[in-house]
């Protein structure tokens, strides 16, 4: 099934755009022609999908649009492509995420095959721990993520976040839910969000089951333990209010 029209346009104008200031743009316009159209391939986006990605490309445009100088070659091509996103069905919709899993450890795992062949993905942050608050005995040189974060050395528009549509509570639920956490404690909100489907039977759906006293999921709170399994708490991240996208 091919793109909307409107998109296909959107995606050849972004790739039209030179220079070091246009490579979050090809980003952007590699994620739609990836996973946009891996959807495209399970079926039919539903109106809210179709609305929740017009209104993430509209943010990921406009927020690298005011990174630019007023001299940048890209500025004026650029604002004509914001103007334009702007307009698309459903880009002015209100996208609010929860926390979808109902504890998480503090240390990132093996980076995946999907970051590691993902364009503009951050580097360095598989095996690490998200901050120096939680970098315990981890001796691993560098930055952690949370820091890095914080310092603009990984943009808004830079981390992978799947999210998908929680029927059950008309909520859109985080997956990758540890990447979001260290975003929720560098109090900066994640652009590069991607809209999935999972099946109901699928790890995705089924912990959102899971209970912990009075706590039940889709949380705006992420709860980080020292490992998967103990819950022995470290920290607790808060989806700020001000987050409700957009």
């Known amino acids: 099934m091919p793109l909307p029209k409107y998109i296909e346009d959107i995606v050849d104008r972004l790739g039209s755009l030179d220079g070091d200031s246009a490579h979050p743009f090809h980003w952007l316009a ?49 604002r004509r492509i914001r103007d334009a996103a702007r307009n698309f069905p459903g880009a002015t919709v209100s996208i609010r995420l929860f926390v979808g899993q109902i504890r998480v450890g503090h240390s990132f795992q093996s980076a995946s095959i999907e970051q590691t062949r993902l364009v ?4 360095d942050i598989a095996n690490r721990p998200m901050s120096e608050e939680l970098r315990g005995d981890n001796v691993l040189p560098g930055p952690l993520p949370v ?37 929720c404690l560098a109090d900066l909100r994640p652009l590069r969000l991607i ?52």
Request: proline fraction near 3%.
């Open 195 to 246: 809209p999935t489907r999972y099946a109901e039977n699928s790890h995705e759906w089924q912990r959102l089951n899971e209970v912990d006293g009075d706590r039940t999921l889709p949380s705006t709170e992420s709860v980080i333990t020292s490992g998967r399994a103990n819950n022995r708490i470290l920290a607790t991240a808060r989806v700020p209010v001000q987050w409700s996208y957009f």
């Open 147 to 183: 820091e890095r974060l914080r310092s603009g050395d990984i943009s808004a528009d830079q981390w992978l976040i799947r999210i998908f549509h929680y029927s059950r509570k008309n909520a859109w639920v985080v997956a990758n839910n540890r990447g979001f956490t260290a975003h």
């Open 30 to 78: 590699e994620d739609i022609n990836t996973f946009y159209k891996e959807g495209l391939r399970a079926g039919k986006w539903t109106s809210g999908e179709k609305h929740a990605w017009n209104r993430i490309i509209y943010e990921r445009i406009r927020y690298n649009f005011e990174k630019l100088t007023d001299s940048d070659e890209n500025k004026e091509a650029s």
């Open 120 to 123: 503009g993905a951050p580097e």
